[in-house]
C-alpha cells in the first residue's frame, strides 16, 4: 500500500478524514479484529450503552468518555493514531508495521531528548528541512537494514 502524506491529498481528490473519523476507523477495525461484541463491550464498562453504538461510530459521533474508554480498553496506541491520521492521513496504516516501527522511533527520540535534555535545554535555532529530511533518511535506511537481517536470520532458519 502506497501511504500519502496529508498534503498529498489534494493531488488525488479524496480529503482527509477528521481525527475523530480516522480514530473511530481505527476503534471499529480493532473491534471487529478480536471479534469483541457489543455485550461485551458495555459489560467491561467500554462503551455507555450498545442501541446505537454501531451507527455512532460509523457517524464518528462518540462522546469523549466512549472514546477514552474505548482507546484505554483496546490498548490503541496514541502515537500510531497520529503517525497514521496526521502524517499518513490513513487510518489503515495504524496497522501496518511502517506505523508501530515510527510509533517506537518517536517513542526512543524522546527518550534520547531526555537523556540529553542539559545539550538541548538551550536557545539554538529549529533544524533546516534539509537536516530533518537527511535525518529522517537515515532513520528509513536503519528501518531498511534492520528488515534485510530479520528476513536473513528467518532464511538462515529454514
Do not use: W
Request: negative net charge; charged residues 25%.
Amino acid at each position: 500500500m502506497t501511504m500519502l502524506a496529508r498534503n498529498d491529498y489534494a493531488d488525488c481528490g479524496s480529503p482527509p478524514m477528521t481525527l475523530m473519523q480516522g480514530l473511530c476507523a481505527i476503534i471499529a477495525r480493532e473491534i471487529g479484529r478480536r471479534d469483541l461484541s457489543l455485550r461485551h463491550l458495555c459489560e467491561a464498562g467500554a462503551i455507555r450503552r450498545r442501541q446505537g453504538f454501531r451507527e455512532r461510530l460509523a457517524a464518528a459521533t462518540l462522546c469523549s468518555q466512549e472514546i477514552d474508554a474505548l482507546v484505554r480498553y483496546l490498548e490503541i496506541d496514541p502515537v500510531r493514531v497520529v503517525i497514521a491520521l496526521e502524517v499518513f492521513g490513513d487510518s489503515e496504516s495504524y496497522f501496518e508495521t511502517l506505523g508501530l516501527n515510527l510509533s517506537n522511533v518517536c517513542r526512543a527520540l524522546k527518550g534520547a531528548a531526555e537523556r540529553h535534555e542539559a545539550a538541548l535545554d538551550c536557545a539554538f535555532e529549529p533544524m533546516r528541512p534539509g537536516l530533518c529530511a537527511a535525518i529522517a533518511d537515515r532513520i528509513c535506511q536503519a528501518l531498511v537494514a534492520h528488515h534485510a537481517r530479520v528476513e536473513e536470520a528467518r532464511s538462515a532458519a529454514l
